[in-house]
């Protein structure tokens, strides 16, 4: 057996092979192909590696986009998904690690289990300096994986939670008063989760959910009335529930909070 499992693809070619990581992810299929061609997150789920992408074509195919790293180089990065193959390349076409080329295989291992084996090729590194690269690849994208997994788990319990029909007669409910209350506080109500927030305003009650994929906005980044969706960047006012620039999207904002000798309540709006 020699031991590198791979080697370049034609005689010549300058494409080596530094490293392999590999993982079994709780995930479907579905939510793993639905995350490779979900370029907006990168950013924003993964700040941690990315700080902004302009995105020049997208489709069911993948995408091409500029990328800037946290270290603020911009890379053209191409992915191409192939369903069938259940494998999927991303190239740097462009700028800071032009040629590099990242294969991902995924083997289904059960409904809610995969296994991805991700081959990082970067031309031009010198032989010995291959191995300790790849192990950087495999550490970036084992963060990666983290956050992934954590957006992916997250999506399979929004798109597996039946809410029951909104009753019009549910009553108020206390909550509490609100210094021994932590803000957005997350509370179960007509059988719905909703936050309410704290704002110079007063109290603003919306759905808890992102309206765009399902994420939790109580780890949202508030800045006056306006909240920051932490997987994909879009943002909501919370008092009249839009998202500005996306007219498609609004969060719910059905419910009011209010004050009443010092309690805290929830319910319908005062007008209902
Ligand atoms: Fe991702």
New binding site residues.
């Given amino acids: 057996m020699p031991d590198r499992l791979f080697v370049p693809a034609h005689e010549g070619s300058r494409v080596d092979h530094l490293g392999t990581y590999q993982r079994v992810l709780p995930v479907s299929l579905e939510r793993m192909f639905e ?1 490779t061609i979900d370029w907006e ?1 990168l950013p924003w ?2 700040r941690s590696s990315f700080s902004a992408i302009a995105c020049e074509d997208a489709g069911p195919w993948g995408w091409r986009a500029w990328v800037k790293n946290s270290h603020g180089a911009d890379s053209l990065l191409e992915l191409r998904l192939d369903t069938r193959q259940r494998r999927w390349v991303t190239r740097t076409l462009e700028g800071a690690g032009a040629g590099a080329e990242i294969w991902t295989y995924v083997v289904e291992r059960g409904p809610q289990s995969i296994e991805v084996v991700i081959d990082f090729f970067v031309p031009g590194i010198p032989e010995a300096s291959r191995q300790k690269l790849g192990q950087t690849y495999a550490r970036i994208y084992e963060t ?1 994986y983290d ?2 997994v954590m957006m992916m788990e997250g999506r399979h319990r929004v798109l597996n939670e039946r809410i029951p029909p909104l009753e019009k007669d549910v009553r108020p409910r206390l909550l509490g008063a609100p210094e021994t209350l932590r803000f957005p506080h997350r509370v179960g109500y007509a059988g719905r989760p909703l936050l309410i927030w704290k704002l110079k305003s007063g109290f603003h009650v919306t759905a808890a959910r992102c309206p765009h994929q399902g994420a939790e906005l109580a780890g949202a980044d508030v800045e006056g009335h306006e909240a920051t969706c932490p997987w994909h960047g879009y943002r909501f006012d919370l008092v009249s529930g839009e998202c500005p620039g996306n007219s498609t999207l609004t969060v719910a904002t059905a419910f009011s909070a209010w004050l009443e000798s010092g309690n805290l309540w929830v319910g319908w709006h005062k007008d209902h």
């Fill in positions: 995350n997150h789920l993964h990666l956050e992934d």
